[in-house]
Structures are given as C-alpha cells and as structure tokens.
C-alpha cells in the first residue's frame, strides 16, 4: 500500500491518499493522470493492466488501486 | 420534423398521450413505434441502415452473451474449483470470442458510417493523386450516397455498448423490441447525446408511472431549450453566414465578432437542442446524461472538452484513448524509447494516444481537411498544454497568483474561451482550409473599427444584436446559478407562482424575440450534419 501511495504521490503530490476516496469522481485525476499510473504500475509490479480495467471503483482511492493491483497480480 | 415545430410539438404530445395511456410494461414499445415513425417520416428507405446496425448488432450481443453464459456454467463446475490454469485458459478462450464477435459486428457499424460519410472523401483524395500524379481523368467512387440522420450518433451508441460487452461491464438486452429501441430512441437520433447502455436503460424500459415532476421539468427544459435556439442560435446564424462568406472584404475585428458571436450560436443551438432532448425524454420519465457542463467556464482546453459534448468526449476516452494509449505495443515502444530518451520515451504512448483520438474526433465531425487540422490543433495544444504546465506554475508563482485567485481563473476562462473561438475557424470555413488561413491573416494583420452599417449590411441591426447579446446575459446568469446547484432543481424547488412567472416570462420572450413564424424556416441544428 506504501508503495501505491508513493507512486500517486509522484503524479499529484498534494493529494493526502489515506483518506481522499474519490481521485476519479471529483477529478482529481484526469485520463492524462490515469494513463502515467497505468504505466507506472504496469513497471512496477509487472502486471497487466487492461481498458475493462479504468473504471472509477478501481481508480477512486489508493486502497481501490491496491485491491486492483494484488488481483491481478493473482491472476 | 424539427425539433422547433408545430408538427413535433404535436408529435411529442401524442407519444406522451399513448404513452401513458398504455399498460407500463409494453410503454416501450410506444417508444419504439414512435421513433420509427420519426426516423421514416425523416429518411424515407434510409431507415434500412440502422435496421442493419441494430440486428446485426443484436445478434452480435446474445453471441457474445450466449458464450458468456456458457463459461460460466463450466466455471460453476466443481472440478474446476482448485484448477486456476484451466480457469484461466477457459476465461481466456471466451475472451478470444468475444473479441472476435466484437470485431465483426463494428466491421459492420462502423462499415456502414465509413462507407455512407467518409468514402466520397477518401475517393476524392485518391483521385486527385491519380490527377496529379499520372494525369488520370478515370475517375473512381461510390458516386453522391444519402448520409442517413444521427448514422454518427446510434453508431457510436451501440458500437460502445458491444464493446462494454466485450469488457463485461454488463449482460446483454435479450428483448431485441428494447434494444432496438435504445439504438433509434427519438429525441436523441438527431445530436446526441451519445448515452451509454447501463445509464440509459435504467429508465427506458420501466414502464414509467405519469408524475408531475417530469412532466414540469421536461416542459422547462423544453422551453429553455427552444429559446435558446430561436432567440440567440438562429438570430446570429444569417450573419454569421454572411460574415465568412464575405470574409474577403471584410477586417480582422468583423472576423474576431463573428467568432465571438459563432461561440455563443454554437453553444446555444447545441445545447438548446440537448435541452429539448433531454427534456422530451423527461416526459416520459426517461432520464438522459447532460451533454454539457458550464463549458465556456473552463480553465484549459483539456476541462472544457470535459465540459462540452461531455458524452462525445468520454466516448472517445474510453473506447479509443484509453486502449491506445495504455496497449502492450505502444507501452512496449515507449520503454524501448526510454532507453534512447527518457522524457519522450515516458510521454510516447500518451501523446501518440492523443493525437490519434483528436484526429479521429475531427474526422468524426466530417470527411474534411479542414476538421481533420482542427482535431489535430485540439491534440497539440492539450500535448503542449500539459508540458508547459510546469512553466504556467512557475510564471504564476512568479506574479503572485495562486490557483484560487479571481484574476488567474479569469484570465485562464478568457484564454481557453479564445483559443477554442480560434479554433472554430475551420468549422466555419466550408471553402476548405485555405478560407480558414485567409481568415487568420485578416485577424492578425487587417484591423479596425466594428460599424454599425456594416453589421446592419451583413443581416444584424444594432437592435438585433443587442436581443442576442441580452439573451447570452441571460445564459450567463444563469451558467453562474448553476455552479452549486441545476437551475432546473432550483425552480422545481421554489413556489409554484415563481416557476409560473419563469416559465410565463421564457415563453413571451420567446414569442416575441424568437426567430419562427411564415416565410421563415428555423435553421437546422447544426450538430445533425455531424
């Protein structure tokens, strides 16, 4: 979760991830946004990320992107 | 039928009759009989082409969800319980299904928009190359073919639905009388908006019980919508048309109003003709995503294409962009190119994903040049945009001006206003790109004072404008009353002799001031040509 939440630091760092749960819905993030974090957890945990993927519940809160990340990883 | 008519007014009042009139579980079905006799009374024999778009399209869908159900029972299989290779070579083979089923059924779709709208354009260019290059005079094509209404609108609606399939965002429609209503739904055939499967059908099929609440709201946003058209939208249009026409002879600062006043003709025709969808549809309960939000407030060209064509705009983001830019081949490229060069090897696939989907969106709103340069200055000034970012913070910090001072937001609204104005000059030169260029030169190089006889010549009197004008002061309130909270709910809330004295006082105005009456046609919505 550290992890995660140091890559979201690197796009937005002024963003507090332990609590903010909407990033996607109150476009905190743009598509510009999602499509580096894609890349950089793609890198990061060698893991593949399809479009089915970028839907707001994944994408809303570190701990959504967490729980997307550790299925596919899974998978 | 224009949606600003007696006859749709009629029309609209008829289906709303029946459709109350009937049992709830077969008010669809009123629906769909009325978006037929619509779409026939519109196109004629070109009714066949969403015929085939929507049965091909149908039998794709329950393939696709016939495979699905299928994988699902063998999942559910005991055996496979702990066997997670197997499970993953079945998920994968249904994957490779309905990746095929998708692939067929948009062959076909999208087929059909490319051969009806874009194949004279192509053909074009191909023979002006064998002109050019070998000085053939055979000349090659598909000859005048009938672009049939709203083909780029139900196209992309249901090309996204097959692809949402595809990704399994939700089950199929197996009522083909539903689905073939969600594709050809009447008062969104014409511009939109482009609504998606899971939204729209929540109220489109129900059956929806008669309230007085829908019915209000639909009546306002009708007649907000029509006023919008009638009063700014069709009073500006003679002028406007006369202006580019007459671009020749005319100085940069006629040029620089004629853009101005094309932005506000624009943003009222659209949106007052999504007003009137979006609340027709309320008459029968049916609830349509807004299409725009407030889009002349934006602070960079990136929010306002969030704003403007909303549904347009993130159709194009989910179904083109986000699978460009984030597939294995160009994610691939752009770490290959990272080794040579960081900076643009991290912004390959991002970048190329845009310009692509901005290409396409110009090519979306016509098989010409001139929309193809405006899409691709759209995805380079959001390219630039981001880069220079930094840059922006670093002045803005610099002059003192924070991301919440009054000062900077005003001065990013009148930037982002302008270099969109700017960018409607290849809308608006039907000549081709040369009458665009001619048009930029007069604008930066020929300028003077605006006179009022010159106005008066080209179509607008001073009285004339200033209706219009008075008009889009009136959208401007109300765009600033709509920050917190929709105009819509704010008068539904207050007391019924309020809403009474709104709507009394909309619809003198718009008898009044409105464009309408004998010997005058209102002017098509200018989104149907797309």
């Known amino acids: 979760m550290d992890e995660i939440i140091e890559i979201l630091s690197g796009i937005h760092p002024e963003i507090d991830y332990e609590t903010e749960d909407a990033l996607i819905d109150k476009r905190i993030f743009d598509s510009f946004d999602i499509v580096t974090l894609v890349g950089e957890l793609t890198d990061n945990y060698d893991i593949e990320i399809g479009p089915e993927e970028l839907i707001p519940e994944n994408f809303n809160s570190a701990a959504g992107i967490y729980a997307l990340v550790t299925r596919l990883m899974e998978e | 039928m224009s949606f600003v008519s007696f006859s749709f007014a009629f029309f609209v009042a008829a289906a709303v009759l029946l459709?109350?009139?009937?049992?709830?579980?077969?008010?669809?079905?009123?629906?769909?009989?009325?978006?037929?006799?619509?779409y026939v009374a519109a196109c004629g024999k070109y009714v066949i082409y969403i015929l085939v778009t929507t049965a091909v399209s149908y039998a794709a869908s329950m393939a696709m969800e016939h495979f699905r159900e299928d994988t699902e029972k063998l999942?559910?299989?005991?055996?496979?319980?702990?066997?997670?290779?197997?499970?993953?070579?079945?998920?994968?083979?249904?994957?490779?299904?309905?990746?095929?089923?998708?692939?067929?059924?948009?062959?076909?779709?999208?087929?059909?928009?490319?051969?009806?709208?874009?194949?004279?354009?192509?053909?074009?260019?191909?023979?002006?190359?064998?002109?050019?290059?070998?000085?053939?005079?055979?000349?090659?094509?598909?000859?005048?073919?009938?672009?049939?209404?709203?083909?780029?609108?139900?196209?992309?609606?249901?090309?996204?639905?097959?692809?949402?399939?595809?990704?399994?965002?939700?089950?199929?429609?197996?009522?083909?009388?539903?689905f073939a209503l969600f594709v050809s739904f009447f008062p969104q055939i014409i511009q939109g908006p482009i609504s998606r499967f899971n939204e729209l059908s929540v109220t489109l099929f129900n059956g929806n019980r008669l309230k007085a609440d829908n019915i209000r709201r639909g009546l306002c946003m009708i007649l907000f919508g029509v006023g919008k058209k009638l009063i700014i939208a069709d009073r500006l249009s003679a002028f406007i048309g006369r202006s580019v026409a007459s671009y020749e002879v005319l100085n940069g600062e006629y040029m620089?109003?004629?853009?101005?006043?094309?932005?506000?003709?624009?943003?009222?025709?659209?949106?007052?003709?999504?007003?009137?969808?979006?609340?027709?549809?309320?008459?029968?309960?049916?609830?349509?995503?807004?299409?725009?939000?407030?889009?002349?407030?934006?602070?960079?060209?990136?929010?306002?294409?969030?704003?403007?064509?909303?549904?347009?705009?993130?159709?194009?983001?989910?179904?083109?962009?986000?699978?460009?830019?984030?597939?294995?081949?160009?994610?691939?490229?752009?770490k290959r190119l990272s080794g040579v060069n960081e900076f643009f090897g991290k912004r390959f696939s991002l970048y190329t994903a845009t310009i692509i989907v901005w290409t396409a969106t110009g090519f979306w709103h016509g098989p010409e040049w001139r929309y193809i340069v405006w899409g691709l200055l759209?995805?380079?000034?959001?390219?630039?945009?981001?880069?220079?970012?930094?840059?922006?913070?670093?002045?803005?910090?610099?002059?003192?001006?924070?991301?919440?001072?009054?000062?900077?937001?005003?001065?990013?609204?009148?930037?982002?206003?302008?270099?969109?104005?700017?960018?409607?000059?290849?809308?608006?030169?039907?000549?081709?790109?040369?009458?665009?260029a001619g048009i930029f030169k007069k604008i930066f190089t020929e300028f003077g004072m605006i006179h009022s006889a010159t106005l008066e010549e080209m179509g607008l009197p001073k009285d004339e404008l200033m209706v219009a004008m008075a008009g889009v002061a009136v959208l401007f309130v109300i765009s600033m009353l709509q920050r917190k909270k929709s105009i819509y709910d704010r008068l539904m809330g207050s007391k019924e002799v309020y809403r009474w004295i709104v709507c009394a006082a909309s619809l003198?105005?718009?008898?009044?001031?409105g464009y309408y009456g004998p010997g005058y046609d209102a002017a098509d919505f200018i989104y149907m040509q797309f």
């Open chain 2, 378 to 436: 759209n995805g380079i000034i959001m390219c630039v945009s981001a880069e220079l970012e930094p840059l922006y913070e670093k002045i803005n910090r610099r002059i003192g001006w924070s991301d919440t001072s009054v000062l900077h937001k005003m001065f990013s609204v009148f930037r982002t206003f302008w270099i969109m104005s700017l960018l409607r000059t290849f809308d608006l030169s039907v000549r081709g790109l040369g009458q665009a």
């Open chain 2, 19 to 38: 459709y109350y009139i009937v049992p709830a579980k077969h008010r669809y079905i009123v629906l769909l009989v009325f978006s037929y006799i619509y």
């Open chain 2, 508 to 513: 003198t105005f718009i008898v009044i001031y």
């Open chain 2, 256 to 334: 620089l109003l004629t853009l101005f006043l094309y932005s506000m003709q624009l943003y009222a025709d659209f949106s007052g003709g999504i007003n009137i969808t979006i609340g027709v549809a309320r008459l029968f309960g049916v609830e349509i995503t807004e299409n725009f939000n407030r889009p002349f407030f934006s602070k960079s060209v990136a929010e306002y294409w969030r704003r403007w064509h909303i549904t347009l705009g993130t159709w194009f983001r989910d179904y083109i962009f986000y699978p460009i830019s984030i597939s294995k081949r160009l994610m691939k490229t752009g």
């Open chain 2, 75 to 178: 999942l559910k299989n005991g055996e496979l319980l702990n066997d997670r290779a197997r499970k993953k070579e079945i998920k994968a083979r249904l994957k490779g299904r309905l990746k095929l089923i998708m692939i067929l059924c948009l062959c076909v779709d999208i087929g059909i928009l490319a051969v009806l709208k874009y194949s004279e354009f192509v053909f074009a260019n191909i023979n002006r190359l064998r002109l050019d290059l070998f000085g053939n005079t055979d000349f090659i094509g598909f000859g005048n073919l009938v672009i049939p209404l709203g083909i780029s609108f139900y196209t992309f609606q249901t090309a996204g639905y097959i692809i949402d399939l595809y990704y399994m965002r939700y089950r199929a429609e197996k009522n083909p009388l539903k």
